[in-house]
């Protein structure tokens, strides 16, 4: 190579990431033609890692601060290239950043229902949904499992993995425990721990820390929902025969509100007999199951005696119930 293509050729001086974009997890330093001088300055903002790629190896990597990039701060890359100690000519290697910061309120939920057994209903169909924070903690496993050599690397290709990893853990965290769904309910702080501990050991295969898991609400489809609401209504009522009366003395206003048919016309004229018949039965004392006693017969008056074999005659009698003598 003559001196003039040398004097052309473009050193980089000054290596840094400065993160226009909030969701890119991975950035590859564009390098084109360019080579690294030696002695450049290596700048790693907080939050960030910068991992030096020779030849498809890792060599390197740096944490936040300002570095010079010699033999002394490159020994993985000098040994893989064989530097002597006193080389400083410009080199070629690919540098990835990695950004470390905490990823807060990430959105999970079931999609469909998750079928689990439930201590209670017997087998549930439940859904659920919350959020989680994660970070990159070990950028060096997150290159080689996850975003290998992509120029940029953004989190919502990582995304689908996590939520479906969440919705497997909470789907086996139910399913082991054993508790019925309206316990479940009042202790998702508690819940949403026991998913965590299992999802951690998950996401760590990816270089991952989780650092949250919330579980924001548990629910049922909405058909067994209502079958929900309805037993906690009647719960609440208690009594089964005041209830179906209630809902009768309800229904009747309504139907007879509609103007068209024969149902109308009909409810129309009977509101006021069965209002009448449901108001004297709620106003008729209860019986509280004891026999009541019985008066005995008394007998009925007599005003008079018949004349042929003198047998006393009731008031009411026309003839002698004996002789069968007409009364005089």
Request: charged share 20%.
């Amino acid at each position: 190579m003559g001196l003039g293509e040398f004097l052309k050729k473009q050193f980089i001086d000054v290596i840094q990431w400065t993160e226009a974009d909030d969701s890119v997890l991975a950035y590859r330093f564009p390098m084109r033609d360019m080579e690294i001088q030696m002695g450049a300055q290596l700048i790693v903002r907080e939050t960030q890692a910068a991992v030096f790629v020779n030849e498809g190896r890792i060599a390197d990597v740096f944490g936040p601060g300002r570095h010079r990039l010699d033999t002394q701060n490159l020994p993985l890359l000098t040994n893989l290239r064989h530097w002597d100690k006193l080389f400083e000519s410009p080199f070629k290697s690919d540098v990835y950043f990695v950004s470390t910061r905490l990823r807060l309120n990430q959105r999970w939920g079931t999609q469909t229902p998750v079928t689990v057994r439930d201590a209670e209903f017997g087998i549930a169909r439940i859904r659920a949904y919350g959020t989680y924070a994660y970070r990159i903690a070990d950028p060096v496993r997150f290159h080689t499992e996850v975003s290998g050599t992509r120029e940029v690397y953004a989190m919502q290709e990582l995304e689908g993995q996590l939520r479906n990893l969440a919705i497997t853990r909470m789907s086996d965290t139910l399913a082991g425990s054993g508790i019925a769904f309206l316990d479940l309910a009042a202790n998702q702080v508690e819940l949403g721990e026991q998913i965590a501990k299992r999802l951690a050991a998950d996401v760590a295969e990816f270089g991952l820390a989780l650092e949250g898991f919330v579980v924001e609400n548990l629910s049922l489809p909405d058909e067994l929902q209502q079958r929900l609401d309805e037993r906690i209504g009647m719960g609440i009522i208690g009594n089964n025969d005041r209830y179906a009366q209630f809902q009768a003395a309800r229904s009747i206003p309504v139907a007879a509100a509609n103007e068209g048919g024969g149902a109308g016309i009909g409810a129309g004229l009977g509101a006021g007999m069965a209002m009448g018949q449901m108001m004297a039965e709620a106003l008729r004392p209860q019986s509280s199951g004891a026999p009541q006693p019985v008066a005995p017969a008394q007998p009925a008056p007599t005003t008079a005696t018949c004349t042929a074999c003198k047998t006393p005659l009731v008031a009411a009698a026309k003839f002698c119930p004996e002789c069968g003598t007409k009364r005089a």
